[in-house]
């Protein structure tokens, strides 16, 4: 059973910075996709960004030109760069790791990192 863990997540005012990181306890080279998720009061969860396991990466528009998304597999730890920060931002950040399109499929959510925005 592979474990996901978040850290980085805290308190920064407006245009700040913060940088998460997913742990993973064993390989990820298997995933067919990572993600950051992250969940709003009142809001669904939603996608924030994906890197494949090719290396492509997409972003939500909210987001973009703002938040980069990098993984390093030697490590089996997945990061979110979170740049210019806005109150909006505050939310739950989730890391995903699923493999969908190649038995054994599999999807693992780490417990979530809190990630707070003051204007």
């Known amino acids: 059973q592979v474990q996901l863990v978040e850290s980085g997540g805290g308190l920064v005012q407006a245009g700040g910075s913060l940088r998460l990181s997913c742990a993973a306890s064993?390989?990820?080279?298997?995933?067919?996709?990572m993600g950051w998720y992250r969940q709003a009061p009142g809001k669904q969860r939603e996608l924030v960004a994906v890197?494949?396991?090719?290396?492509?990466?997409n972003y939500a528009d909210s987001v973009k030109g703002r938040f980069t998304i990098s993984r390093d597999n030697a490590k089996n730890t997945m990061y979110l760069q979170m740049n210019s920060l806005k109150p909006e931002d505050t939310a739950v950040y989730y890391c995903?790791?699923?493999?969908?399109?190649?038995?054994?499929?599999?999807?693992?959510w780490g417990q979530g990192t809190q990630v707070t925005v003051s204007s």
């Open positions: 890197i494949r396991s090719g290396g492509v990466t």
């Open positions: 995903n790791a699923k493999r969908v399109s190649l038995a054994p499929s599999f999807n693992y």
């Open positions: 064993g390989s990820i080279v298997s995933a067919t996709a």
